[in-house]
């Protein structure tokens, strides 16, 4: 095949088809045993500085927050990240835990641009790829597959092309330039879902972003939970098994686990929270202060939700739209 | 009745569309243009959300592109992979983009002002723009008008218009028969000349003279001999606005 165009942006994380075949036979089990641990123990035990890590969906809603969070207290160092986020990669940027970052987009959509995000890309502190979104779920979607690369027609022409680490060739089939995105294999996928039992089947309500692909690119799979389901309702609606356990290190009970961000079926967006930490984040000293009294001074996921305040998330419990 | 900018954006970007067809919808502005179009001339509209809902019917705005307002009594609820896999396939037909800077082919900059590894501004990135710009039939760009918005050239094409002029697109892979459609501002309509793939006038928004785009649009903008006036905001639209689809003033 004949390579037409190289983007210029440094390939973060070369896929790894085969090394990757081999650590699965070696680390993932098909066994039935619980994989229920706290938040703590969780990112302890899978999540190491210099990897490269996956969220999932997207800052405001169904986001593993909780393991953001973890991951800011216990300070996981030089981190490379796939950035489709809003809070949850912000708060890992804000923390000086990111080093690179594989970006589509990163704001706060209603209320617009991300202040962390300028101030560490204007420092050039960050070393930022650029993709679209459909590039990066496609991406995840190459390693879901084993595959080193997919081809695709999007990004061509443009100089979101020029600064990502995609490359144009030429069809073998047809002749035409077509667009390979590299498979991102990553060392850890986090995703937040409706339920899992405590082997770590689980299902989502509602769309389900790119949670299917994260899964399966993923070498170490962690998942929270906003309830821990018998293993019985898994077997009763075996097609709602989004992620099966075999792919899942490590399940979290985290009730609230998106805050402050929405939960379809479960909860709506704290708009308070969010505009706290949205205004704090203008100036480096106020985010700092936000990371401190929300995220270094609550031992756990329970403290912060105690911090948060029952009636604060009965209030938004209140406000989750029904069917 | 009296109305503000952002109603005039919305009502003028609502017109754009068709009924019984699909358009893949963005934050803001074009979330208010669909429900309104939903609820006036395309009942059949069908919203598409880049994380997978589809056919929703949009009861309360959505406050982001991934919310569980984006599949309310939706008709499909999906993910991210099937809706991009449904527009790569040439399923969809309208799209909506922005950003900070446009050119007169229509390439549009939300990255980066300045150099990108150490820019004088960073904005969000591209998100779904560059999928949209790229796989979509008809493009719908959305943008405030000024001098350093509508720009000879971009700082950075996150998003493909036309790229270099007529043949550029194709030249580069994306798909045939796709691009820039409308460009809504708030001074005026502007489509593209079909020769030079160029920006042209369509049609003004009430007040407006050619003048003023002129002066407003840092480029050479094609004026044809005829230019339109786009009627104002109706009391209905702008009541199903106010009333109906944004009550708190969210956007509008």
Known sequence: ?323 | MEYNQNELLICIASRQMEDRTSAFIGTGIPMLAAALAQKTHAPNLMPVFEFGGTGAQLEDLPLGVGGSRTFYRALAASSICDVMEAAQRGLIMYGFVGGAQIDPYGNLNSTVIGDHALPKVRFPGSGGANDIGSLIWRTIAIMKHGITKFVEKVDFITTPGYLTGPGAREAAGLPPGTGPYRVVSDLALMGFDEQTKRMTLLALNPGVTVEQVKENTGFELIIPDTVDTNPPPTDKELTLLREKIDPTGLYI
């Open chain 1, 1 to 323: 095949m004949e390579v037409v165009e190289s983007g210029q942006g440094e390939l973060f994380l070369p896929p790894r088809m085969n090394e990757d075949r081999e650590w699965m036979r070696e680390h993932k089990s098909w066994a039935l045993e619980s994989k229920l641990m706290s938040e703590h123990d969780a990112v302890k035990k899978y999540v190491h500085d210099n990897d490269y890590i996956g969220t999932e969906l997207y800052g405001f809603v169904r986001c593993p927050m909780s393991i953001a969070r973890e991951i800011v207290r216990q300070k996981k160092k030089h981190l490379q990240v796939a950035g489709q986020g809003i809070m949850e990669v912000d708060i890992l940027i804000a923390a000086g835990l990111v080093d690179k970052i594989d970006l589509t987009y990163l704001g706060y959509e209603v209320y617009g641009l991300s202040s962390v995000l300028r101030r560490a890309a204007q420092s050039g502190k960050l070393q930022i790829n650029e993709w679209s979104n459909a590039a990066l779920a496609w991406r995840l979607k190459a390693a879901a597959l084993g595959v080193p690369f997919l081809p695709v027609r999007v990004m061509m022409g443009t100089d979101t092309f020029t600064h990502s680490a995609a490359k144009v060739v030429k069809c073998p089939f047809t002749g035409e330039k077509v667009c390979l995105l590299p498979a991102t294999m990553l060392d850890v996928g986090i995703i937040h879902v409706s339920r899992a039992d405590k082997y770590g089947n689980c299902q989502i309500d509602g769309i389900s972003g790119f949670a299917f692909e994260l899964a399966r690119a993923s070498r170490r799979l962690i998942v929270s939970a906003e309830e821990i389901i018998p293993t019985e309702e898994i077997r009763k609606y075996p097609e709602k098994t989004l992620i099966p356990w075999y792919l899942v290190d490590a399940v979290v009970e985290a009730p609230f686990g998106s805050h402050p961000g929405e939960m379809p079926f479960y909860y709506w967006r704290d708009e308070e929270h969010l505009s706290w930490y949205v205004k704090a984040s203008k100036s480096e000293e106020t985010t700092q202060e936000y990371l401190q009294k929300w995220i270094w001074d609550c031992d756990s996921h329970t403290e912060y939700l105690d911090r948060v305040g029952k009636d604060k998330l009965d209030s938004i419990k209140g406000m989750a739209k029904g069917r």
